[in-house]
Structure formats: C-alpha cells, structure tokens
C-alpha cells in the first residue's frame, strides 16, 4: 500500500467570506486581487505572505468590517 503525502501549514493567512461572490470581488479588485495569490474554493483562498495588515486595510476602507481569527 503506498503512503499518501501529507503537508501541513503553519501560520498561513487565509480569508474567508459568507459569499463566493464577494470572494469573487475582491479577487477582479485591482485594489485587492493581488494581494490573494490563491482560492481554495468558492468561499476560501490564501492571502499573500506578508500582506495580511494590507488586505486587512483595504477591506475597511472598502467598506467591510473584517473578522480576524
């Protein structure tokens, strides 16, 4: 039987939202979409390292009032 490769992530940033059309939003956003290097699927993607606090800012000066976790 062949093992199965497991990875695990520590510390990675990722967003969230309520729903996929916002994801898809922010990701067509010139002001956002770079700074999210990669969706997960339809409600999840990664945040580019480092660029948490910006995204962050941005989110609020669009108007939304970001979770963090």
Known sequence: MKKKQI???????MIEVANPLLLDTLLSDKRTGHLIIKRLDER???????QMETLLTKLKKLG???KVL
């Open 7 to 13: 990875t695990v992530h520590e510390n990675l940033p």
């Open 44 to 50: 999840v993607a990664i945040v580019s390292p480092g």
């Open 64 to 66: 939304h009032l970001p």
